[in-house]
């Protein structure tokens, strides 16, 4: 995911962009580049293609220093990764742009721009956007920040950028719409970036910039303009967080961190990615709308976790969107003989793009002929996302601990915008995007009630610290969440733990019930509700415990024999994504309570690189 800083200071605002960027190597980027006015007022630009330590040694070489400068980290959409297409882009050696976002009607602006005689040098969207400013800064001979507020008027999109021009030379104009962009606030200087942990280092006082604001930056005031363009005060928030706290901070292990991130990891998931009450196809890259219209069908490879985010996503498809869908455990489908259904859209997850056996199953479909490929991974540059014609990167940022928590939970996100983009094509309608879209935007603020169970849940593993199995239950979409609490809760805790649809318990798993055994039950509020309920009776008959994680609205009753988390309610289609973050909980309170290495795990590796 790109990443933007800039800077206005006394002070050389170089090293601080460098480092800004550095802070946001998690999001994922294929190129870096900064550009600042010099004391001659000209701008001095340098870019490079793979990693910011690149892109610092070459700005070292040419000893750039300047107080006013923008820098940015860029993960490919319109364009491949090189430094002509990286950022920033430059119109006339005039004026320099930093852009997040994808901008829908680049296409009619280029063509418009071209007949004017503006010379493209790069793919990108973003380059529209400078001739844009240009135009009506220069042609126009407009004030710099009402060139960007015209120029922007004529945008259709998500966006968030900043702007410098040597024409005036001591201020830095930024905007955001759809893609987030904080101000940095110091003595004498502020910055600006897509992220505070960008600029934790200069100082800890933000202003969030809200929903089509365009600020005016100077060394010493600032200025905000709304929507409308009315001049509007925004509060300074003092933020709680450290330059160090950006690493495990203090929690006691990396996977709690990562859990208490899903918050931002599931909000960055969607920046930049939803405009209005619709999916920007855009955000799956450029060539990702003429290959959507020759999909007639979904085919998903992928192992452990991620195999589980697939097997939600099949419901998705198949009731969201009337797409068929098979998901398949990479290592059995690269060994067997599949019937190959022309085109398919093969369908690779990973969090890291280097798990051994899907790379395989990715091959192997495009041997026998399958149709078009697409990665959804963490890993801008992995071997998947390489190998795939599209890519959708899920902007978990870094995931230290073994197993997974933030990367699943941004998976299914964006799996949802697939099913979004794919179903439009298949008789979607307008109104259930927009229904969906909607359930994905209230996602963080919901996740964050979910995690203020956290304490509850830490008192409720105590009955789980004598224990060696336990069985957990879920039915249609939930199946595969119960799925994943199982493998959670046995990766970390090494508790033996399985998980099956809940229509199944007399199919076998039945005669395992009593009274040691936990029975663990993902209760949402949907139309399958009445049979889940007759399965929980079932385990009550045989003695057993029932641990139901249950939608508030059910009002389930407790007793001795069930005891019930009450989880904030949300719909159906969005409600695995919020049912799976207490079962994550209760998986790492357990094996705390074990003794066990949480971040990693016996056995287990991060990324599975070998077959």
């Known amino acids: 995911m790109c990443g933007i800083v800039g800077a206005v200071a006394e002070r050389d605002v170089v090293p601080i962009l460098i480092e800004g960027l550095k802070r946001l190597e998690y999001r994922g980027y294929d190129s870096a580049g900064v550009a600042v006015l010099d004391t001659a007022n000209c701008i001095d630009r340098v870019r490079m293609p793979g990693k910011v330590v690149k892109l610092e040694d070459a700005v070292k070489a040419q000893h750039l220093q300047a107080h006013v400068g923008i820098a940015h980290t860029r993960w490919a959409t319109h364009g491949v990764p090189s430094e002509k297409n990286a950022h920033p882009h430059v119109c006339r050696k005039t004026v320099a742009v930093v852009h997040n976002g994808i901008i829908e009607n680049h296409d009619k602006l280029r063509k418009q721009q071209t007949a004017k005689g503006y010379e493209f040098t790069s793919q990108t969207d973003t380059e529209v956007i400078v001739h844009q400013v240009y135009e009506h800064h220069i042609e126009g001979k407009q004030d710099l920040l009402v060139a960007v507020q015209n120029a922007l008027q004529e945008m259709d999109g998500a966006y968030a950028i900043g702007v410098i021009s040597n024409r005036d030379a001591k201020r830095l104009v930024a905007a955001r719409r759809g893609?987030?962009?904080?101000?940095?606030?110091?003595?004498?200087?502020?910055?600006?970036?897509?992220?505070?942990?960008?600029?934790?280092?200069?100082?800890?006082?933000?202003?969030?910039?809200?929903?089509?604001?365009?600020?005016?930056?100077?060394?010493?005031?600032?200025?905000?303009?709304?929507?409308?363009?009315k001049k509007v005060e925004r509060p300074i928030k003092q933020s709680e967080l450290t330059a160090d706290a950006v690493e495990r901070g203090t929690y006691r292990h990396y996977m709690l961190k990562e859990i208490f991130e899903q918050t931002r990891s599931v909000a960055d998931a969607l920046e930049g990615r939803?405009?209005?009450?619709?999916?920007?196809?855009?955000?799956?890259?450029?060539?990702?709308?003429?290959?959507?219209?020759?999909?007639?069908?979904?085919?998903i490879i992928a192992c452990g976790t991620s195999y589980h985010s697939g097997m939600v996503a099949r419901h998705w498809f198949e009731t969201l969107a009337n797409i068929p869908c098979t998901v398949e455990i990479a290592s059995e489908f690269r060994y067997r003989k599949p019937v190959v259904r022309r085109n398919s859209l093969i369908v690779t997850i990973s969090q890291s793009g280097e798990t051994a056996d899907t790379l395989a199953?990715?091959?192997?479909?495009?041997?026998l002929g399958f149709g078009h490929s697409l990665t959804i991974c963490n890993v801008p540059e992995s071997?998947?996302?390489?190998?795939?014609?599209?890519?959708?990167?899920?902007?978990?940022?870094?995931?230290?601990?073994?197993?997974?928590?933030?990367?699943?939970?941004?998976?299914?996100?964006?799996?949802?915008?697939?099913?979004?983009?794919?179903?439009?094509?298949?008789?979607?309608?307008?109104?259930?995007?927009?229904?969906?879209?909607?359930?994905?935007?209230?996602?963080?603020?919901?996740?964050?009630?979910?995690?203020?169970?956290?304490?509850?849940?830490?008192?409720?593993?105590?009955?789980?610290?004598?224990?060696?199995?336990?069985?957990?239950?879920?039915?249609?979409?939930?199946?595969?969440?119960?799925?994943e609490g199982a493998l959670k809760l046995k990766e970390i805790s090494y508790i033996h733990a399985e998980a099956y649809a809940a229509g199944e318990l007399?199919?076998?798993?039945?005669?395992l019930v009593d009274a040691q055994m936990p029975v663990i039950v993902v209760a949402p509020n949907n139309e399958l509700l009445d049979k889940l309920r007759s399965n929980m009776q079932e385990v009550r008959a045989r003695g057993g415990v029932l641990y139901v994680f249950a939608d508030e609205r059910l009002h389930f009753d407790a007793d001795q024999t069930t005891?019930?988390?009450?989880?904030?309610?949300?719909?159906?289609e969005t409600s695995?994504?919020?049912?799976?973050?207490?079962?994550?909980?209760?998986?790492?309170?357990v094996a705390i309570l074990k003794g066990t290495d949480v971040d990693q795990p016996r056995n287990l590796a991060k990324s599975v690189t070998v077959e």
Do not use: W
């Open 179 to 229: 893609s987030p962009l904080v101000i940095g606030v110091g003595i004498g200087e502020y910055f600006v970036a897509s992220d505070v942990a960008a600029l934790l280092p200069v100082t800890q006082r933000f202003i969030f910039l809200e929903e089509g604001d365009v600020v005016d930056i100077r060394r010493d005031t600032i200025q905000i303009y709304d929507i409308t363009g």
């Open 506 to 511: 007399k199919h076998g798993p039945l005669a």
């Open 274 to 299: 939803l405009s209005g009450d619709h999916v920007l196809e855009a955000a799956f890259g450029p060539e990702a709308a003429a290959i959507f219209d020759q999909i007639k069908g979904v085919h």
């Open 563 to 572: 005891k019930v988390m009450n989880i904030v309610s949300c719909e159906d």
């Open 383 to 483: 071997s998947l996302t390489r190998g795939s014609e599209l890519a959708l990167m899920t902007r978990a940022g870094p995931e230290i601990g073994v197993a997974s928590t933030k990367a699943f939970t941004t998976q299914l996100v964006s799996l949802l915008l697939l099913v979004i983009a794919l179903g439009r094509r298949n008789g979607m309608t307008p109104q259930l995007e927009a229904r969906l879209v909607n359930q994905l935007k209230a996602l963080p603020a919901k996740i964050e009630k979910v995690l203020e169970l956290d304490a509850q849940i830490k008192k409720l593993a105590e009955d789980f610290a004598d224990k060696q199995h336990a069985l957990f239950l879920g039915r249609g979409l939930h199946h595969a969440i119960a799925m």
């Open 361 to 367: 199953g990715l091959q192997e479909a495009k041997r």
């Open 576 to 589: 695995p994504i919020i049912h799976t973050i207490p079962l994550q909980l209760l998986a790492y309170h």
